[in-house]
């Protein structure tokens, strides 16, 4: 594939946060080739002003070389912002002084690099003063999930990423980070800010934050980075949405809505978290706020409302440390402040010894023991409002002996809880404040505020009212009508995009036959449904799932498959969400009902096959290593006569990793399958790492496991929520229907076994660590 390297010298100056301002230049060129490029080029003086034509660019490593000035920045910028598409296999480099690229859109593609947008073209040759604003990256994601990237990599100082949307990293790497290898990129002062982070979906596995400052090794190292009135919207990676690991960091004035992770300060010292919406639903337990570890850390002015989130994901999770920590472990919580903040709805909100590991001892090494309690920590001016009771407001997962409460003020509407100096009983008010979120802002105003070591520095709350005539207790001070608009999107990212899609009604395709099954499936439209008729679809090739579609009848369609052997009836791709309803899907006992592709899986798939019959397979389902689903699910299905089950076990590189955040079998019914009956692996042991999720409820598994090696009828080492009830195991001949990771979340309840052996709990299995 021929590649064009483009090479611009170019500089520009930092608008300041929120600005959206059109270019000012001395001299504006039309670029719509590489000879008027490469022109450019040689001739840009501070100033100027390059533009790219509308279009498409495929396959280009750009790199933007030069030296500008602050009142004169040389810029390079779409004709028509978001109509200058950057594809194939492309990437931005920038070095030099005061640049500035606004307008583009990359798409459909991917980097050869390690980085989409690199602050840098080589390790000596970094940016300053330079800035992309106004961008798009969608999507941009390496063929392979193990192919680890970044989308967006700071180096140099006093950057800036302001008003871009960002969203769609599927493969492993922080969509940003912040590098400080080298003296040139410490104490560097980057702006990260305005911008739109839209949904990143759940990874399966460490590696998926949306911004990491730093890393373990340079966690000693000022940073002075800035991450400030963003939105994060269902940035669900990982359990870490930003990870802080330098010091002197500030994540100010930031919405995180409908997001399964925390701000984590995982590495690194003095970060404040000031003034920040950490806004869940009230259902889901995976909507997280802060998790705190390191020295000096200052929590002040956020709102936490409606967050369930548990332990990691608790609203507030301090940890314990490890004695004498190394820079990549967890260090000991010291002098850190937890002030006037507002808790509306959430769930346990104040969790103390998070990851305590002592029962743990006699498999992990001492030197991985969380023994190590908050020192020195202050809670205090903090309000709590709860409509429903919760009788554990402050969980103690260790002693929090080394922290002080004052000064706060619960409503629990009446429930009892147990009792803590500091914190007391008050009724209270909700005040619809906009943006669908009430919280109380009065009837504490006599409550004597706490002053704490320079507590006079928190001059302002989480609207920017001045607390010096009025202070008091809570993130909101009680100025009179408030109209928040935190969730209108037009306020954050690029102002000519938005990822505000229509619902639209899905359209029911009738198919009569095989051909039209074919024909039809690739006509339809993502979102639409496929009826079959009644009778027998005779089929020889693969039907191909690439984008949301849902097959169904009404219960007396056949779908018999006589391909070759290990290929899928349905074969997912990227994009390919499936839905089977009411189908008998039937092989003959040498191919796979549905399979991931072997490689190449750039994107999500997703499964859930109902009131379904699947039947003579060598496997019901094969998900290939590096193919993942956030979901799969069987329920009211009947798994028969097949070689192997569901595997979802290549993940083997022992990295945390696992094929899909949520296996549910619910209802079915599992008979004569040989081998691999339920296959769900996720190796590598990391703390941090919580995930992987298996729900086996209301099903039964008659004459299963004959040929499993390990004796073992379901199979889930390393997964770390396990839920195994109300099951019949009848005449399986194996040693073990499970063993659970008692250490973890594993449970089982209320199910009957006869003949297949036993279920067992293992407190502590033994399990590779990952670092």
């Not at 040139?184 to 990260?192: P, V, W």
């Not at 009131?611 to 028969?640: G, P, R, W």
């Given at each position: 594939?021929?590649?064009?390297?483009?090479?611009?010298?170019?500089?520009?100056?930092?608008?300041?946060?929120?600005?959206?301002?059109?270019?000012?230049?001395?001299?504006?060129?039309?670029?719509?080739?590489?000879?008027?490029?490469?022109?450019?080029?040689?001739?840009?003086?501070?100033?100027?002003?390059?533009?790219?034509?509308?279009?498409?660019?495929?396959?280009?490593?750009?790199?933007?070389?030069?030296?500008?000035?602050?009142?004169?920045?040389?810029?390079?910028?779409?004709?028509?912002?978001?109509?200058?598409?950057?594809?194939?296999?492309?990437?931005?480099?920038?070095?030099?002084?005061?640049?500035?690229?606004?307008?583009?859109?990359?798409?459909?593609?991917h980097s050869p690099t390690e980085n989409v947008i690199?602050?840098?073209?080589?390790?000596?040759?970094?940016?300053?003063?330079?800035?992309?604003?106004?961008?798009?990256?969608?999507?941009?994601?390496?063929?392979?999930?193990?192919?680890?990237?970044?989308?967006?990599?700071?180096?140099?100082?006093?950057?800036?990423?302001?008003?871009?949307?960002?969203?769609?990293?599927?493969?492993?790497?922080?969509?940003?980070?912040?590098?400080?290898?080298?003296?040139?990129?410490?104490?560097?002062?980057?702006?990260?800010?305005?911008?739109?982070?839209?949904?990143?979906?759940?990874?399966?596995?460490?590696?998926?934050?949306?911004?990491?400052?730093?890393?373990?090794?340079?966690?000693?190292?000022?940073?002075?980075?800035?991450?400030?009135?963003?939105?994060?919207?269902?940035?669900?990676?990982?359990?870490?949405?930003i990870s802080s690991k330098t010091n002197f960091n500030i994540i100010k004035n930031n919405v995180f809505y409908k997001s399964e992770g925390s701000v984590v300060t995982r590495h690194g010292n003095y970060v404040t978290i000031d003034g920040n919406y950490f806004i869940g639903d009230g259902v889901n337990e995976q909507y997280g706020g802060i998790r705190i570890i390191n020295t000096g850390h200052w929590v002040i002015n956020n709102l936490f409302y409606k967050l369930k989130g548990k332990n990691f994901r608790s609203p507030l999770a301090v940890m314990n440390g490890i004695p004498k920590s190394p820079l990549n472990r967890y260090n000991q919580v010291t002098d850190v402040v937890v002030a006037y903040n507002t808790y509306v709805d959430s769930s346990a909100p104040w969790q103390f010894g998070v990851g305590t590991n002592i029962s743990q001892s006699e498999v992990l090494p001492k030197s991985e023991i969380r023994s190590a309690r908050p020192l020195r920590t202050e809670v205090v001016n903090n309000v709590i409002y709860n409509s429903v009771g919760d009788p554990n407001p402050i969980i103690e997962h260790d002693k929090?002996?080394?922290?002080?409460?004052?000064?706060?003020?619960?409503?629990?509407?009446?429930?009892?809880?147990?009792?803590?100096?500091?914190?007391?009983?008050?009724?209270?008010?909700?005040?619809?404040?906009?943006?669908?979120?009430?919280?109380?802002?009065?009837?504490?105003?006599?409550?004597?505020?706490?002053?704490?070591?320079?507590?006079?520095?928190?001059?302002?709350?989480?609207?920017?009212?001045?607390?010096?005539?009025?202070n008091q207790i809570g993130a909101i001070l009680n100025s009179g009508n408030i109209n928040l608009d935190i969730l209108d999107k037009t306020k954050y990212g690029a102002d000519w995009y938005s990822n505000v899609v229509e619902a639209k009604e899905p359209k029911i395709h009738t198919v009569s036959n095989a051909a039209e099954l074919v024909s039809k499936l690739q006509e339809a439209e993502s979102g639409d449904i496929l009826q079959l008729n009644d009778g027998v679809f005779q089929i020889s090739e693969s039907?191909?799932?690439?984008?949301?579609?849902?097959?169904?009848?009404?219960?007396?369609?056949?779908?018999?498959?006589?391909?070759?052997?290990?290929?899928?009836?349905?074969?997912?791709?990227?994009?390919?969400?499936?839905?089977?309803k009411n189908i008998k899907l039937k092989g003959t006992n040498s191919q796979y009902a549905f399979a991931?592709?072997?490689?190449?899986?750039?994107?999500?798939?997703?499964?859930?096959?109902?009131?379904?019959?699947?039947?003579?397979?060598?496997?019901?389902?094969?998900?290939?290593?590096?193919?993942?689903?956030?979901?799969?699910?069987?329920?009211?299905?009947?798994?028969?006569?097949?070689e192997n089950g569901i595997e979802l076990s290549e993940e083997t590189n022992d990295r945390g990793d696992y094929n899909t955040e949520y296996l549910t079998i619910d209802n079915c019914q599992f008979t004569n399958v040989q081998q691999n009956v339920i296959d769900y692996y996720r190796g590598g042991y990391d703390e941090s790492t919580i995930g992987g999720n298996l729900l086996v409820a209301n099903s039964t598994f008659i004459n299963c496991g004959a040929k499993e090696k390990n004796k073992r009828l379901l199979n889930h080492n390393g997964i770390v929520n396990v839920n195994i009830t109300n099951n019949t195991f009848k005449n399986n001949p194996v040693q073990f229907v499970s063993i659970l990771w008692g250490a973890k979340n594993n449970v089982e309840s209320e199910n009957t076994l006869v003949n297949s052996g036993q279920i067992k709990t293992e407190e502590n299995l033994v399990m590779t660590l990952m670092y």
């Open positions: 594939m021929k590649k064009y390297l483009l090479v611009f010298a170019l500089v520009f100056s930092l608008f300041s946060c929120g600005e959206k301002t059109g270019v000012k230049s001395e001299s504006s060129q039309m670029i719509s080739n590489e000879t008027e490029l490469e022109e450019a080029i040689k001739n840009a003086q501070p100033g100027d002003d390059i533009v790219l034509k509308n279009g498409t660019y495929k396959d280009l490593e750009i790199k933007f070389v030069g030296n500008g000035t602050e009142d004169n920045p040389i810029t390079l910028r779409a004709e028509t912002p978001g109509e200058v598409f950057i594809e194939g296999v492309s990437n931005l480099e920038i070095s030099g002084d005061y640049l500035e690229v606004s307008g583009l859109y990359f798409r459909n593609g690199a602050f840098r073209t080589s390790k000596k040759d970094v940016a300053n003063y330079s800035k992309v604003t106004n961008c798009v990256i969608l999507d941009f994601n390496n063929l392979e999930r193990d192919q680890d990237n970044l989308w967006v990599q700071f180096y140099g100082k006093h950057n800036e990423l302001s008003n871009c949307y960002i969203a769609g990293k599927t493969n492993g790497g922080p969509t940003v980070r912040v590098d400080l290898k080298g003296n040139q990129s410490i104490r560097n002062y980057h702006k990260i800010i305005n911008n739109h982070f839209g949904p990143r979906p759940r990874k399966g596995g460490a590696r998926g934050e949306t911004i990491q400052l730093g890393s373990s090794f340079t966690s000693m190292s000022p940073s002075n980075t800035i991450i400030a009135n963003n939105l994060f919207e269902e940035c669900n990676g990982e359990v870490e949405i929090a002996d080394g922290v002080t409460f004052a000064s706060n003020v619960i409503d629990n509407n009446g429930v009892e809880f147990t009792s803590r100096e500091g914190l007391t009983s008050k009724e209270l008010e909700l005040t619809d404040i906009g943006s669908d979120i009430s919280a109380p802002i009065s009837s504490f105003d006599d409550v004597e505020v706490y002053n704490g070591f320079d507590f006079e520095s928190i001059t302002e709350d989480i609207l920017g009212n001045s607390r010096s005539k009025s039907l191909v799932i690439n984008k949301s579609i849902t097959i169904q009848s009404n219960g007396n369609s056949e779908i018999l498959y006589n391909g070759a052997a290990e290929t899928p009836a349905l074969e997912l791709h990227p994009y390919g969400k499936l839905t089977l991931s592709l072997k490689e190449h899986m750039s994107n999500h798939f997703g499964l859930e096959v109902l009131d379904s019959e699947i039947s003579n397979f060598n496997y019901a389902l094969k998900v290939y290593k590096q193919s993942f689903s956030e979901e799969i699910m069987f329920k009211n299905t009947s798994i028969s006569n097949c």
